[in-house]
Antibody, heavy 114, light 112 residues
Framework: EVQLVESGGALVQPGESLRLSCAAS????????MSWVRQAPGKGLEWISF????????YYADSVKGRFTISRDSGKNSLYLQMNSLRGEDTGVYYC???????WGQGTLVTVSS | DVVLTQSPLSLPVTLGQSASISCRSS???????????LIWFHQRPGQSPRRLIK???DREFGVPDRFSGSGSGIDFTLKISRVEAEDVGVYYC?????????FGQGTKVEIK
């Protein structure tokens, strides 16, 4: 059974950094496309990053380009999102998702506030 | 960026009746491989989204056949026949044909 478990969410101050993790089970993460999607409180869904299973190519939304980095560790079967220079508008629940969103984790909450 | 405009944004429905949600794209979503990567999701309050339909009309395994997707090019529709109480929540369309991928604003379905 496919399972995705996000972790690493926290309350941080503007300008600080945070790394989110997504532990996968039931499939080999490094051979599948993976994405991060976020949802601000009471708002809609926003796709923010993608990593290709085939060649590791990465893509980002303009809102996070240059500040966030998606990566993966095949040994740990995990996906990561390194988030730097955090802003208040980065507050929300962050989800990892498999392939074109076939499966989702439960999400982890990031709050950026002074 | 591709803008997806959903309508209506709020949809009160009567149990047993049908409901339709429109998703209009600012440009064609036909990808270079000939596929159209238009996806529909359902999100219940407090839950993660669930993919209902991929590539316009391809229903996920386990999704009731009351849900159907249609459309082409820039105009897409999700139809729910015989709405049930479990269908409440927010429905999103999303395009995976053009970078950056984008979501519609969401349509909130509630029971009258």
């Amino acid at each position: 059974e496919v399972q995705l478990v996000e972790s690493g969410g926290a309350l941080v101050q503007p300008g600080e950094s945070l790394r989110l993790s997504c532990a996968a089970s039931g499939f080999t993460l490094s051979t599948h496309d993976m994405s991060w999607v976020r949802q601000a409180p009471g708002k809609g869904l926003e796709w923010i990053s993608f990593i290709a299973g085939r060649d590791g190519a990465t893509y980002y939304a303009d809102s996070v380009k240059g500040r966030f980095t998606i990566s993966r560790d095949s040994g740990k079967n995990s996906l990561y999102l390194q988030m730097n220079s955090l802003r208040g508008e980065d507050t929300g629940v962050y989800y990892c998702s498999l392939s074109k969103f076939a499966s989702w984790g439960q999400g982890t909450l990031v709050t950026v506030s002074s | 960026d591709v803008v997806l405009t959903q309508s209506p944004l709020s949809l009160p429905v009567t149990l047993g009746q049908s409901a339709s949600i429109s998703c209009r794209s600012s440009e064609s979503l036909v990808y270079s491989d000939g596929n159209t990567y238009l996806i529909w999701f359902h999100q219940r309050p407090g839950q993660s989204p669930r993919r209902l339909i991929k590539k316009v009309s391809d229903r996920e395994f386990g999704v009731p056949d009351r849900f159907s997707g249609s459309g082409s090019g820039i105009d897409f529709t999700l139809k729910i026949s015989r709405v049930e109480a479990e269908d409440v929540g927010v429905y999103y369309c999303m395009q995976g044909s053009r970078w950056p991928w984008t979501f519609g604003q969401g349509t909130k379905v509630e029971i009258k």
